[in-house]
């Protein structure tokens, strides 16, 4: 379902936003306003009411503005709420030092996909950040149902799309299946692809005009096409080019919850594909295990067919 937007509120997040993105800088309210394209009472009221419940502080001396206290204790109930991602940290940064990439760990909050976790070289920070958002719709969040089960899957083809797609259901039913027995996807950007995933951060496309969303649905390919099937990786010698693989993680109840993603952006070999992914898949386990107290049982979804009806 397509929610109606609050602009008054999107200003409220716009300032936080910019605040988190400059850690450690305080702004005053001209440049603040300017920075942000607000009016400065607009600015002035939402600076001075989130101040008083301590989401901002306000220096007297230099009228300067930054990050309050407030957030602090929103911060850290928030993360008691991800402690799969917390615990999935030190699993990221192994693989990330390993294989010299960056790694993640995300998920589905609400409506839409959040970065909870970014390990890996700092060079690479303007690629993805902790708390980048993804529209939760196809064509995008394909590997975030693809563990849940039949029903999650469904559910999420049934989602109004955020750009215009093919759906080619013979290849996700045979996707799903691989890619449950085998652990972990594999999946190759073209280009355009790469670009369009970078600027859909943050982005809701409902709001796209219908034109400018049938231009930019016209370089994404159908659902499913960018992830490998076992025979297009079953040459190990051969290079192909990938741009991440990703393994799921299983709460207490054996439902999907975490996304782990390490980010390959080059041509492997087939062989290389299956070390990495071998070794996403064990670091995915361990956070399995160390939540749930138990070794991760197989998930039942691996072991039916999916049913198409």
Known sequence: MVTRRSPPTE????????LVAHQGERF?????????????????GILTALAAGGYLVH??????????????????????????????????????????TVCTASA?????????????PARAAARVKV???????????LMYVLWGGDRALDDWLA???????????????????????????????????????TLMAGVAAYDLPDEVR??????????????????????????HPVSLIAAPTFDADGNQELVLTLYVGAAITGAEIARRGDA???????????????????HPSARRPIDWR
């Open 28 to 44: 005053g309210l001209s440049e603040l306003a300017r920075r942000l394209g607000l009016s400065k009472p607009t600015c002035l």
């Open 131 to 141: 708390g980048q958002t993804y529209p939760f719709a196809p064509p995008v969040g």
């Open 108 to 120: 589905v909050v609400g409506e839409r996909i959040l970065v909870l976790e970014r390990t890996g």
């Open 159 to 197: 989602r109004p799309p955020t750009l215009p797609v093919r759906s080619d259901r013979a290849r996700l039913r045979q996707l799903a299946g691989e890619c449950r027995r085998r652990g972990y996807l594999v999946e190759s950007l073209t280009r355009a692809g790469m670009r369009l995933h």
């Open 280 to 298: 996403l898949v064990a670091a995915a386990d361990a956070v399995t295990e160390q939540l749930s107290a138990a070794p991760p049982p197989p």
């Open 59 to 100: 220096d007297p001396v230099t009228k300067a503005y930054g990050l309050g206290p407030a957030l602090i204790a929103a911060g850290r109930v928030a993360q008691n709420d991800f402690a799969a991602a917390t615990l999935a940290r030190h699993r990221l940064a192994d693989l990330s030092a390993r294989y010299d």
């Open 214 to 239: 049938d231009l930019v649905g016209e370089v994404v390919a159908g659902l499913g096409e960018r992830v490998y099937l076992d025979t297009e990786l079953a040459a190990r010698k051969a290079r």
């Open 11 to 18: 200003r409220v997040v716009a300032v936080l936003d910019f």
